[in-house]
């Protein structure tokens, strides 16, 4: 398992911008695919997207296609996730998940989770 740390959530106007990094420890990073997942007040815990180990295949729920890029940076242990166009209905507490197996995190089977980072989106 990986300790996982998210940071960059924030207060942002509509269609404004954030970056949120996961950052990880332990030595098997680059063997685990990475993930990130929201949940709004009142909501369940949804995906958001994934990442595979090296980057090089990507995962996105609908509703944030085209908006939200996640990537990662094997050498920092970090993933991140890149908000753009943000709508008030995005604001959750952002949560950074990950597994060896990129299917099953983009299903919601989770081997470790972070301590997740808020994001507000006013309108």
């Known amino acids: 398992q990986v300790q996982l740390v998210e940071s960059g959530g924030g207060l942002v106007q509509a269609g404004g911008s954030l970056r949120l990094s996961c950052a990880a420890s332990?030595?098997?990073?680059?063997?685990?695919?990475m993930g990130w997942f929201r949940q709004a007040p009142g909501k369940e815990r949804e995906f958001v997207a994934a990442?595979?180990?090296?980057?090089?295949?990507?995962y996105y729920a609908d509703s944030v296609k085209g908006r939200f890029t996640v990537s990662r940076d094997n050498a920092k242990n970090t993933v991140y996730l890149q908000l753009n166009i943000l709508k008030p209905e995005d604001t959750a507490v952002y949560y950074c998940a990950s597994n060896p197996n990129t299917r099953a995190l983009v299903v919601g089977t989770v081997d470790s989770w972070g301590q997740g980072t808020q994001v507000t989106v006013s309108s």
């Open positions: 332990g030595r098997t990073f680059s063997s685990y695919a």
């Open positions: 990442i595979n180990w090296s980057g090089g295949i990507t």
